[in-house]
């Protein structure tokens, strides 16, 4: 057995070199292997002009480094093109809007199509319409105003006709659950309408259309790759052409089952290793960046014998601490629970409610396919850093999430006996361990989207090349389209999700 204070304390997670002096070999080698099947996240671009304004206020550093990093990118990719060229965007999930904000106001001054499916973050990036204002400077002689608002009085889902200019840059923010292909459509082409204003010149040419997403939450990613596959494959309208993304995906614990794989390249990379699927479990590790933690503390903040102390208060435990100790405690409490309300006991073609689980026997498991295990039912969900304070707090928290009443047979009440204390140092370690494949998983999931869009960019060039002089041909290059993968953000900034398909026609 690991013995919980050395093995965790040896482990070095501040720099790419493991600290091995009393680490098991075995364990050396697993972390080294690890690290070494990860994709680079050091950052490749570094703009040079993106550095934010110091006035802006309520922004935290993270994001105004993401925003004004991405804009700039965005800007100096799309640099070659001329004025009548230039393309209008399209922020999937804009959130607060601050990106799109950023990539209509000066100097980008594009034309920004702004989509959130939830109506008060859409409500909410329009109230702050003036997050890059100079507060120094009076409403009247604003250095942004020249950035039109379509309609920035009125409600989230209503958009008026705005006069098409080239010089200056526009917003509109909409509201749009982009369920399907279907619905990003209309929202762009309901856009690029409202904007023409009837204006019929120029309708021979389908403007040029960007989409961007910082931070796609879950399946939009996936959802906004398909829709380039289709839509490139789909002459069904001459109004818009998509010509290029920016995406950084974000929260693959959100994923479901039908985002991994995507494309051929993944698939037939398993092909002789077996089918590769990804479980919820695994998605939920793709979120980890142990190479970013901070667990570093100093020795009076430390109790012998144990990384954390039992009864040290919250606020003394760094934040990779406290994280852990949410995991550790959340598996306690699941060893406590009586064998009728264990997760594992709630397939997905067994209902958590089941009568027969009322009569099970403590040691009989019903199920043995962990596949088949509805991880999602009986949940927890998100409580106060307070309720981690110790062992018996957190489990009145839990009782009250949970729903349980007196009246269940187990101890729901008492602080961790030892043998539970020695479990716990085995758990926080445990744990730290599976997060070391947190970034292969992430690089698999990123890789595989990559490949999707490398292999929509080779159907393209086909079809164009078979069609090579035909009219839907003509302006267009027959070398075929860029594809990369880029590191745009760095992670020492806490911005951990920082890698960018990027696609440009």
């Known amino acids: 057995m690991i013995d919980g204070k050395s093995s965790f304390e040896r482990i070095n997670l501040h720099t790419t070199e493991i600290c091995s002096e009393g680490l098991p070999s075995d364990l050396e080698s697993f972390i080294r292997t690890a690290r070494s099947l990860g994709l680079p996240r050091h950052p490749f671009y570094i703009p040079n002009d993106s550095i934010p304004p110091d006035h802006v206020l309520r922004v935290s550093p993270k994001k105004l480094h993401e925003v004004f990093t991405m804009s700039s990118y965005v800007a100096s990719l799309f640099a070659d093109l001329n004025q009548d060229q230039k393309p209008w965007i399209v922020d999937v999930g804009a959130g607060q809007g601050y990106l799109s904000r950023s990539l209509s106001a000066p100097p980008n001054n594009f034309h920004v199509l702004a989509l959130d499916s939830n109506d008060n973050q859409t409500a909410g990036a329009i109230s702050r319409r003036d997050w890059l204002d100079d507060p120094k400077e009076t409403r009247s002689s604003n250095n942004h ?3 039109v ?60 259309i960007v989409l961007v997403g910082l931070h796609c939450c879950g399946d939009l990613t996936p959802s906004v790759l398909r829709f380039i ?20 995906g974000c929260c693959y614990n959100m994923c479901g089952p039908s985002s991994f794989h995507l494309s ?57 601490a406290l994280a852990i100790r949410k995991v550790a405690y959340r598996a306690l409490l699941a060893r406590r629970l009586p064998l009728s309300l264990r997760v594992e006991n709630a397939s997905r073609s067994t209902p958590a409610d ?11 498991s019903t199920v043995n396919n962990l596949r088949d295990i509805d991880w999602r039912s009986k949940r927890i969900g998100r ?15 839990a009782k009250r999430k949970l729903k349980l009443d ?26 730290v361990l599976r997060c070391f494949l947190g970034p292969v998983i992430e690089s698999l999931i990123v890789l595989d989207r990559y490949w999707f869009l490398e292999e929509t960019a080779e ?12 009219e839907s041909s003509e302006g267009r290059g027959t070398d075929g389209s860029m594809v990369q993968l880029v590191n745009l953000f760095d992670q020492s900034t806490g911005s951990l999700r920082n890698m960018a398909l990027i696609w440009k026609e």
Not at 194 to 206: F, H, I, K, M, Q
Not at 354 to 364: A, I, P
Not at 406 to 431: I, P, R
């Open 383 to 397: 409580l106060a850093n307070s309720a981690y304070v110790d062992f018996p707090t957190y489990l009145g928290q």
């Open 264 to 320: 051929q390249n993944m698939t037939s990379a398993f092909s002789t290793t077996g089918s590769l699927s990804l479980e919820t479990q695994h998605l939920h590790l793709a979120t980890q960046s142990p190479s970013t933690w901070d667990i570093t503390t100093s020795v009076d903040r430390n109790p012998p014998g144990s990384p954390f102390s039992f009864d040290r208060r919250v606020a003394e435990l760094s934040p990779t």
């Open 406 to 431: 007196a009246e269940v047979n187990c101890d729901l009440n008492s602080d961790l006996n030892v043998e539970e204390q020695g479990l716990c140092k085995v758990l926080e370690v445990f744990h």
């Open 149 to 208: 608002d379509d309609n920035p009085n009125d409600s989230p889902n209503e958009s008026g006709g705005v006069s098409i200019s080239e010089a200056t840059g526009s917003l509109t923010h909409r509201t749009v659950h982009i369920g399907d292909n279907d619905s990003l459509f209309k929202g762009i082409k309901q856009w690029i309408d409202d904007r023409r204003c009837g204006d019929v010149s120029g309708l021979d040419t389908p403007i040029p």
């Open 459 to 470: 159907q393209d060039l086909v079809a164009e090349t078979n069609n090579r002089g035909a």
């Open 229 to 248: 596959r289709q839509y490139r494959r789909n002459d069904r309208q001459t109004s818009f052409r998509v010509i290029g993304c920016v995406i950084v």
């Open 145 to 147: 105003s020249n950035l």
């Open 354 to 364: 089941n009568s027969e689980l009322g009569t099970m026997k403590e040691g009989f």
